[in-house]
Protein backbone atom coordinates (compact mmCIF):
# COMPACT_ATOMS: atom_id res chain seq x y z
CA UNK A 1 0.00 0.00 0.00
CA UNK A 2 1.22 3.34 -0.72
CA UNK A 3 1.97 6.15 1.47
CA UNK A 4 -0.96 8.08 2.10
CA UNK A 5 -0.23 12.04 1.40
CA UNK A 6 -3.86 13.19 1.94
CA UNK A 7 -3.67 14.94 5.71
CA UNK A 8 -0.63 16.62 4.45
CA UNK A 9 -1.35 18.02 1.44
CA UNK A 10 -1.87 21.90 0.96
CA UNK A 11 -5.06 23.58 0.58
CA UNK A 12 -6.43 25.11 -2.56
CA UNK A 13 -4.43 22.08 -4.88
CA UNK A 14 -5.89 22.04 -8.38
CA UNK A 15 -8.03 18.51 -9.19
CA UNK A 16 -5.42 16.03 -9.70
CA UNK A 17 -4.95 14.32 -12.75
CA UNK A 18 -7.18 11.98 -14.03
CA UNK A 19 -4.99 9.09 -15.32
CA UNK A 20 -1.46 8.66 -16.52
CA UNK A 21 -1.50 9.65 -20.27
CA UNK A 22 -2.04 7.03 -22.66
CA UNK A 23 -1.77 8.58 -25.95
CA UNK A 24 -3.65 11.34 -27.88
CA UNK A 25 -6.96 10.48 -29.14
CA UNK A 26 -7.78 9.46 -33.09
CA UNK A 27 -8.31 13.20 -34.32
CA UNK A 28 -6.93 15.71 -31.90
CA UNK A 29 -7.93 19.06 -32.82
CA UNK A 30 -7.18 20.80 -29.39
CA UNK A 31 -3.77 22.68 -28.29
CA UNK A 32 -1.22 24.36 -29.84
CA UNK A 33 0.56 21.73 -31.88
CA UNK A 34 2.41 21.98 -34.96
CA UNK A 35 3.24 19.73 -38.36
CA UNK A 36 5.66 17.79 -37.66
CA UNK A 37 6.72 17.16 -41.26
CA UNK A 38 8.14 20.27 -41.36
CA UNK A 39 10.41 19.83 -38.52
CA UNK A 40 13.79 20.03 -40.09
CA UNK A 41 15.22 17.34 -38.16
CA UNK A 42 18.39 16.62 -39.87
CA UNK A 43 19.20 20.02 -39.59
CA UNK A 44 18.72 20.10 -35.84
CA UNK A 45 20.30 16.67 -35.70
CA UNK A 46 23.67 18.38 -37.34
CA UNK A 47 23.64 21.85 -35.58
CA UNK A 48 23.69 19.37 -32.16
CA UNK A 49 26.40 17.63 -32.93
CA UNK A 50 28.73 20.97 -34.32
CA UNK A 51 27.32 23.29 -31.46
CA UNK A 52 28.22 20.73 -28.60
CA UNK A 53 31.58 20.00 -30.49
CA UNK A 54 31.85 23.50 -30.09
CA UNK A 55 30.56 25.03 -27.01
CA UNK A 56 29.11 21.52 -25.17
CA UNK A 57 31.76 22.11 -22.22
CA UNK A 58 29.80 25.01 -20.78
CA UNK A 59 26.78 22.89 -19.90
CA UNK A 60 28.76 22.19 -16.86
CA UNK A 61 27.42 25.55 -15.70
CA UNK A 62 23.70 26.97 -15.09
CA UNK A 63 23.30 28.72 -17.77
CA UNK A 64 25.95 28.17 -19.79
CA UNK A 65 27.74 31.07 -18.17
CA UNK A 66 25.50 33.52 -20.00
CA UNK A 67 23.47 34.63 -16.84
CA UNK A 68 19.97 34.15 -16.04
CA UNK A 69 18.56 35.92 -18.89
CA UNK A 70 19.36 33.08 -21.27
CA UNK A 71 21.82 31.95 -24.04
CA UNK A 72 23.56 35.19 -25.16
CA UNK A 73 23.35 34.30 -28.88
CA UNK A 74 20.07 33.33 -28.59
CA UNK A 75 19.09 36.63 -27.28
CA UNK A 76 20.79 38.67 -29.90
CA UNK A 77 18.74 36.29 -32.68
CA UNK A 78 15.49 37.12 -30.83
CA UNK A 79 16.67 40.60 -30.83
CA UNK A 80 17.30 40.67 -34.75
CA UNK A 81 14.19 38.40 -35.58
CA UNK A 82 12.35 41.25 -33.74
CA UNK A 83 13.79 44.37 -35.12
CA UNK A 84 13.26 42.80 -38.86
CA UNK A 85 9.71 40.92 -38.51
CA UNK A 86 8.19 43.09 -35.89
CA UNK A 87 9.88 46.30 -35.87
CA UNK A 88 10.61 46.42 -32.45
CA UNK A 89 13.86 47.50 -31.14
CA UNK A 90 15.60 45.78 -27.99
CA UNK A 91 18.95 45.14 -26.77
CA UNK A 92 19.81 41.83 -25.44
CA UNK A 93 19.35 42.86 -22.08
CA UNK A 94 15.61 43.94 -22.30
CA UNK A 95 15.18 40.33 -23.58
CA UNK A 96 14.90 37.44 -20.89
CA UNK A 97 14.39 33.63 -22.42
CA UNK A 98 11.71 31.42 -20.49
CA UNK A 99 10.76 28.12 -20.89
CA UNK A 100 7.92 28.54 -23.05
CA UNK A 101 6.41 31.63 -23.09
CA UNK A 102 3.78 30.34 -20.56
CA UNK A 103 6.42 31.05 -18.39
CA UNK A 104 6.31 34.58 -19.12
CA UNK A 105 3.00 34.86 -18.76
CA UNK A 106 3.67 33.30 -15.27
CA UNK A 107 6.01 36.01 -14.26
CA UNK A 108 3.83 38.94 -15.41
CA UNK A 109 1.19 37.29 -12.69
CA UNK A 110 3.13 36.92 -10.42
CA UNK A 111 4.73 40.30 -10.74
CA UNK A 112 1.44 42.09 -10.73
CA UNK A 113 -1.48 40.29 -10.49
CA UNK A 114 -2.82 39.12 -6.88
CA UNK A 115 -6.65 38.42 -5.27
CA UNK A 116 -9.04 40.76 -6.25
CA UNK A 117 -7.11 42.20 -8.89
CA UNK A 118 -8.60 43.05 -12.13
CA UNK A 119 -7.26 41.98 -15.78
CA UNK A 120 -8.48 42.88 -19.29
CA UNK A 121 -8.50 40.20 -22.25
CA UNK A 122 -10.02 40.01 -25.19
CA UNK A 123 -13.67 38.44 -24.68
CA UNK A 124 -12.37 35.40 -26.60
CA UNK A 125 -8.88 34.63 -25.24
CA UNK A 126 -6.04 32.06 -25.06
CA UNK A 127 -7.47 29.49 -22.15
CA UNK A 128 -4.14 29.00 -20.43
CA UNK A 129 -4.35 33.32 -19.48
CA UNK A 130 -7.82 32.54 -18.61
CA UNK A 131 -7.66 29.60 -16.14
CA UNK A 132 -4.18 31.14 -14.72
CA UNK A 133 -5.96 34.65 -14.09
CA UNK A 134 -8.74 32.78 -12.41
CA UNK A 135 -6.99 30.35 -10.41
CA UNK A 136 -4.74 33.30 -8.83
CA UNK A 137 -8.64 34.60 -7.92
CA UNK A 138 -8.30 37.73 -10.16
CA UNK A 139 -11.04 39.13 -11.89
CA UNK A 140 -11.24 38.72 -15.95
CA UNK A 141 -12.95 41.39 -17.87
CA UNK A 142 -13.37 40.52 -21.48
CA UNK A 143 -13.66 43.14 -24.24
CA UNK A 144 -15.27 43.21 -28.04
CA UNK A 145 -13.06 41.45 -30.82
CA UNK A 146 -13.91 41.97 -34.46
CA UNK A 147 -11.48 41.47 -37.30
CA UNK A 148 -9.28 44.29 -36.63
CA UNK A 149 -9.09 43.20 -33.31
CA UNK A 150 -9.81 44.37 -29.80
CA UNK A 151 -12.61 46.99 -29.91
CA UNK A 152 -11.10 50.23 -28.67
CA UNK A 153 -14.39 51.74 -28.06
CA UNK A 154 -15.62 49.31 -25.69
CA UNK A 155 -12.03 49.51 -23.97
CA UNK A 156 -12.74 52.85 -23.50
CA UNK A 157 -16.09 52.42 -21.90
CA UNK A 158 -15.05 49.65 -19.30
CA UNK A 159 -11.40 51.63 -18.62
CA UNK A 160 -14.20 54.89 -17.81
CA UNK A 161 -16.31 52.28 -15.64
CA UNK A 162 -13.84 50.94 -14.08
CA UNK A 163 -12.25 54.83 -12.97
CA UNK A 164 -15.29 55.60 -11.77
CA UNK A 165 -15.68 52.62 -9.37
CA UNK A 166 -11.91 53.42 -8.32
CA UNK A 167 -10.44 49.96 -9.66
CA UNK A 168 -6.94 50.35 -11.37
CA UNK A 169 -6.37 47.40 -13.76
CA UNK A 170 -3.24 45.61 -13.17
CA UNK A 171 -2.37 45.37 -17.57
CA UNK A 172 -4.64 44.61 -20.51
CA UNK A 173 -3.69 41.32 -22.40
CA UNK A 174 -3.95 41.24 -25.77
CA UNK A 175 -2.84 39.03 -28.77
CA UNK A 176 -2.72 41.37 -31.35
CA UNK A 177 -1.65 39.45 -34.12
CA UNK A 178 -3.45 36.25 -34.96
CA UNK A 179 -5.66 36.05 -32.15
CA UNK A 180 -6.04 32.90 -30.11
CA UNK A 181 -8.70 31.99 -31.27
CA UNK A 182 -10.55 34.32 -33.05
CA UNK A 183 -7.08 34.57 -35.80
CA UNK A 184 -7.95 38.37 -35.62
CA UNK A 185 -4.89 40.76 -36.57
CA UNK A 186 -5.35 44.18 -34.61
CA UNK A 187 -4.84 46.69 -37.31
CA UNK A 188 -2.44 49.44 -37.41
CA UNK A 189 -4.85 52.70 -36.45
CA UNK A 190 -6.52 50.42 -33.36
CA UNK A 191 -2.91 49.65 -31.75
CA UNK A 192 -2.41 53.39 -31.72
CA UNK A 193 -6.03 53.54 -30.14
CA UNK A 194 -5.01 51.14 -27.73
CA UNK A 195 -1.58 53.02 -26.35
CA UNK A 196 -3.70 56.06 -26.03
CA UNK A 197 -6.26 54.34 -23.74
CA UNK A 198 -3.38 52.85 -22.32
CA UNK A 199 -1.55 55.84 -21.50
CA UNK A 200 -5.39 58.04 -20.31
CA UNK A 201 -6.15 55.22 -18.04
CA UNK A 202 -2.46 54.60 -16.64
CA UNK A 203 -2.92 50.73 -17.53
CA UNK A 204 0.25 48.79 -18.67
CA UNK A 205 -0.32 46.50 -21.79
CA UNK A 206 0.71 42.81 -22.30
CA UNK A 207 1.57 41.87 -25.82
CA UNK A 208 1.60 38.10 -26.79
CA UNK A 209 2.71 37.94 -29.92
CA UNK A 210 3.72 33.95 -30.54
CA UNK A 211 1.43 33.21 -33.79
CA UNK A 212 2.63 36.88 -35.50
CA UNK A 213 5.01 34.25 -37.43
CA UNK A 214 2.60 32.76 -38.75
CA UNK A 215 0.50 35.39 -40.27
CA UNK A 216 0.11 34.45 -44.16
CA UNK A 217 -1.92 37.01 -45.94
CA UNK A 218 -1.27 40.56 -45.51
CA UNK A 219 1.58 42.02 -44.04
CA UNK A 220 2.60 41.92 -39.82
CA UNK A 221 1.76 45.25 -38.28
CA UNK A 222 4.79 46.36 -36.12
CA UNK A 223 4.55 45.18 -32.56
CA UNK A 224 2.66 47.33 -30.25
CA UNK A 225 5.73 47.26 -28.21
CA UNK A 226 7.35 48.72 -31.06
CA UNK A 227 4.92 52.08 -30.86
CA UNK A 228 5.65 53.25 -27.72
CA UNK A 229 8.52 55.26 -26.11
CA UNK A 230 7.82 54.66 -22.37
CA UNK A 231 7.78 50.84 -21.91
CA UNK A 232 4.36 50.86 -20.83
CA UNK A 233 3.70 47.60 -23.26
CA UNK A 234 5.68 44.04 -21.80
CA UNK A 235 5.88 41.83 -25.17
CA UNK A 236 6.09 38.09 -25.27
CA UNK A 237 7.21 35.60 -27.93
CA UNK A 238 7.96 32.39 -28.64
CA UNK A 239 9.45 29.24 -30.67
CA UNK A 240 6.69 27.17 -30.18
CA UNK A 241 4.65 28.17 -33.15
CA UNK A 242 7.57 28.69 -35.40
CA UNK A 243 9.50 25.85 -35.09
CA UNK A 244 8.74 23.31 -32.32
CA UNK A 245 6.71 23.41 -29.09
CA UNK A 246 8.08 20.87 -26.98
CA UNK A 247 11.47 23.34 -27.12
CA UNK A 248 9.56 24.87 -24.59
CA UNK A 249 11.32 28.36 -25.47
CA UNK A 250 10.10 31.59 -25.14
CA UNK A 251 11.05 35.11 -24.24
CA UNK A 252 10.11 38.05 -22.33
CA UNK A 253 11.12 41.90 -23.94
CA UNK A 254 10.53 44.69 -21.70
CA UNK A 255 12.80 47.45 -20.07
CA UNK A 256 15.39 46.52 -17.88
CA UNK A 257 13.64 47.86 -14.60
CA UNK A 258 10.58 45.49 -15.13
CA UNK A 259 13.27 42.45 -16.39
CA UNK A 260 15.60 43.40 -13.00
CA UNK A 261 11.83 43.06 -11.01
CA UNK A 262 11.06 39.35 -13.08
CA UNK A 263 15.00 37.88 -13.10
CA UNK A 264 14.55 36.53 -9.16
CA UNK A 265 11.11 35.24 -9.45
CA UNK A 266 12.97 32.37 -12.36
CA UNK A 267 14.45 29.82 -10.11
CA UNK A 268 14.35 27.25 -12.06
CA UNK A 269 18.32 27.11 -12.83
CA UNK A 270 17.65 28.38 -16.36
CA UNK A 271 15.50 27.62 -19.58
CA UNK A 272 17.49 24.10 -20.99
CA UNK A 273 20.41 25.56 -22.59
CA UNK A 274 20.79 22.79 -25.43
CA UNK A 275 17.56 23.71 -26.28
CA UNK A 276 18.53 27.39 -26.55
CA UNK A 277 21.80 26.47 -28.47
CA UNK A 278 20.13 24.91 -31.07
CA UNK A 279 17.48 27.24 -31.91
CA UNK A 280 20.04 30.49 -31.67
CA UNK A 281 22.32 28.37 -34.00
CA UNK A 282 19.40 27.15 -36.29
CA UNK A 283 16.94 30.68 -36.10
CA UNK A 284 20.22 32.65 -37.49
CA UNK A 285 20.17 31.75 -40.98
CA UNK A 286 16.80 29.80 -41.22
CA UNK A 287 14.23 31.57 -39.61
CA UNK A 288 12.77 33.45 -42.20
CA UNK A 289 13.01 30.66 -44.75
CA UNK A 290 11.42 27.98 -42.11
CA UNK A 291 8.58 30.21 -41.46
CA UNK A 292 7.61 30.86 -44.86
CA UNK A 293 7.76 26.92 -45.43
CA UNK A 294 5.41 26.52 -42.08
CA UNK A 295 3.12 29.50 -43.51
CA UNK A 296 2.32 27.75 -47.08
CA UNK A 297 1.86 23.93 -44.84
CA UNK A 298 -0.68 25.82 -42.27
CA UNK A 299 -2.37 27.79 -44.85
CA UNK A 300 -3.15 24.46 -47.49
CA UNK A 301 -4.13 22.68 -44.04
CA UNK A 302 -6.21 25.57 -42.85
CA UNK A 303 -7.81 25.39 -46.23
CA UNK A 304 -8.93 21.55 -46.20
CA UNK A 305 -10.08 22.18 -42.73
CA UNK A 306 -12.69 25.58 -43.85
CA UNK A 307 -13.63 23.15 -47.01
CA UNK A 308 -14.01 20.31 -45.23
CA UNK A 309 -16.34 22.34 -42.07
CA UNK A 310 -18.47 23.75 -45.10
CA UNK A 311 -19.05 20.84 -46.80
CA UNK A 312 -20.31 18.78 -43.27
CA UNK A 313 -21.75 21.39 -41.30
CA UNK A 314 -23.01 23.70 -43.93
CA UNK A 315 -24.81 26.97 -42.72
CA UNK A 316 -24.29 25.47 -39.18
CA UNK A 317 -20.62 26.37 -38.56
CA UNK A 318 -20.08 30.02 -38.86
CA UNK A 319 -16.30 31.06 -38.89
CA UNK A 320 -13.73 33.95 -40.25
CA UNK A 321 -10.72 31.49 -42.21
CA UNK A 322 -7.77 32.90 -40.27
CA UNK A 323 -5.06 34.89 -42.36
CA UNK A 324 -2.29 33.00 -40.19
CA UNK A 325 -1.75 30.99 -37.13
CA UNK A 326 -3.39 27.17 -35.96
CA UNK A 327 -6.80 27.45 -35.31
CA UNK A 328 -10.74 27.76 -36.54
CA UNK A 329 -12.89 29.20 -34.09
CA UNK A 330 -16.35 28.33 -34.92
CA UNK A 331 -19.85 29.18 -33.87
CA UNK A 332 -22.37 26.45 -33.51
CA UNK A 333 -26.34 27.59 -33.36
CA UNK A 334 -27.09 28.99 -29.87
CA UNK A 335 -28.85 25.68 -29.08
CA UNK A 336 -25.88 23.44 -29.15
CA UNK A 337 -23.59 23.04 -26.00
CA UNK A 338 -20.02 22.35 -27.32
CA UNK A 339 -18.96 21.71 -24.00
CA UNK A 340 -21.16 18.77 -24.10
CA UNK A 341 -20.14 17.83 -27.61
CA UNK A 342 -16.59 17.74 -26.93
CA UNK A 343 -17.19 15.57 -23.73
CA UNK A 344 -19.29 12.95 -26.49
CA UNK A 345 -16.66 13.85 -28.76
CA UNK A 346 -13.53 12.62 -27.07
CA UNK A 347 -15.31 9.39 -25.87
CA UNK A 348 -15.31 8.82 -29.69
CA UNK A 349 -11.82 9.72 -30.56
CA UNK A 350 -12.65 12.89 -31.50
CA UNK A 351 -10.70 15.95 -29.46
CA UNK A 352 -12.19 19.95 -29.76
CA UNK A 353 -11.60 22.79 -27.57
CA UNK A 354 -15.06 23.95 -26.42
CA UNK A 355 -15.83 27.59 -26.10
CA UNK A 356 -16.66 28.26 -22.74
CA UNK A 357 -12.98 26.99 -21.82
CA UNK A 358 -11.81 30.09 -24.60
CA UNK A 359 -13.98 33.15 -23.39
CA UNK A 360 -13.92 35.65 -20.12
CA UNK A 361 -17.56 34.62 -20.20
CA UNK A 362 -18.43 31.48 -20.21
CA UNK A 363 -21.76 32.02 -21.27
CA UNK A 364 -20.39 33.73 -24.71
CA UNK A 365 -18.49 30.81 -25.32
CA UNK A 366 -21.25 27.80 -24.97
CA UNK A 367 -21.78 27.41 -28.22
CA UNK A 368 -18.64 27.76 -29.96
CA UNK A 369 -15.34 25.80 -30.60
CA UNK A 370 -11.69 25.92 -31.40
CA UNK A 371 -10.26 23.35 -33.96
CA UNK A 372 -6.20 23.27 -34.53
CA UNK A 373 -5.57 22.24 -37.86
CA UNK A 374 -1.68 22.43 -37.73
CA UNK A 375 -0.92 18.64 -36.10
CA UNK A 376 -3.12 16.90 -37.65
CA UNK A 377 -2.68 15.11 -41.05
CA UNK A 378 -5.10 16.58 -44.59
CA UNK A 379 -6.47 13.43 -43.94
CA UNK A 380 -7.45 13.34 -40.27
CA UNK A 381 -8.25 16.81 -40.56
CA UNK A 382 -11.38 15.51 -43.31
CA UNK A 383 -11.99 12.52 -41.10
CA UNK A 384 -12.30 14.07 -38.47
CA UNK A 385 -14.39 16.98 -38.96
CA UNK A 386 -16.77 14.48 -40.93
CA UNK A 387 -16.67 12.37 -37.72
CA UNK A 388 -17.84 15.32 -35.52
CA UNK A 389 -20.65 16.49 -37.52
CA UNK A 390 -21.82 12.95 -37.39
CA UNK A 391 -21.47 13.33 -33.46
CA UNK A 392 -22.94 16.55 -33.48
CA UNK A 393 -25.95 15.45 -35.40
CA UNK A 394 -26.67 13.05 -33.70
CA UNK A 395 -26.71 14.42 -30.17
CA UNK A 396 -28.16 17.67 -31.30
CA UNK A 397 -29.80 17.15 -34.65
CA UNK A 398 -27.52 19.41 -36.50
CA UNK A 399 -26.42 19.69 -38.65
CA UNK A 400 -29.06 18.71 -40.66
CA UNK A 401 -27.80 15.97 -43.17
CA UNK A 402 -28.91 15.97 -46.81
CA UNK A 403 -30.32 19.18 -47.19
CA UNK A 404 -28.17 21.50 -44.93
CA UNK A 405 -24.68 20.31 -46.69
CA UNK A 406 -24.25 23.07 -49.33
CA UNK A 407 -20.89 24.42 -49.55
CA UNK A 408 -20.13 28.23 -48.89
CA UNK A 409 -19.08 30.66 -51.21
C1 LIG B 1 -1.59 32.98 -27.04
C2 LIG B 1 -0.67 31.96 -26.43
N1 LIG B 1 0.28 32.38 -25.58
C3 LIG B 1 1.12 31.52 -25.02
C4 LIG B 1 1.07 30.17 -25.30
C5 LIG B 1 2.03 29.26 -24.62
O1 LIG B 1 2.99 28.78 -25.50
P1 LIG B 1 4.42 28.29 -25.08
O2 LIG B 1 4.51 28.23 -23.58
O3 LIG B 1 4.55 26.95 -25.69
O4 LIG B 1 5.37 29.29 -25.64
C6 LIG B 1 0.12 29.67 -26.19
C7 LIG B 1 0.02 28.24 -26.50
O5 LIG B 1 -0.81 27.75 -27.18
C8 LIG B 1 -0.78 30.61 -26.77
O6 LIG B 1 -1.74 30.22 -27.62
Given at each position: MSFNFTSLLNA????????PFTGYPKFYFIGGNND?????LTKLGDIAKSILER???????YGMGHG???YRPLREVISKNLRTRAGLICSVEEILVTSGSLQAIDFVNSLLVGVGDTVIVEEACYGGVISRLKKLGANVIGIGLDQDGMRTDHLDNVLADLKQKDVQPKYIFTI???????GSVMSLERRLELLELSKTYSVPIFEDD?????????ERPPAIRSLD???RVIYCGS?????????RVGYLVADWNVIAQI??????????ALEQMVLAEYAKNNFDQHVLNLQHVLRDKCQTMADVLNEQFGATAEFVIPKGGIFIWITLPASINTTELAQVALTEGVAINPGAEWVADPVMGRNRLRLCF????KQEIIDGVKALAEICHRE?????????IVRKE
Open positions: NLPVPAPAADILPEGRGLARPQGPTVQNPSCYADLLWEGPTGFSKSIAPAFLPLKTDGGTGASPSTGLPERGAN
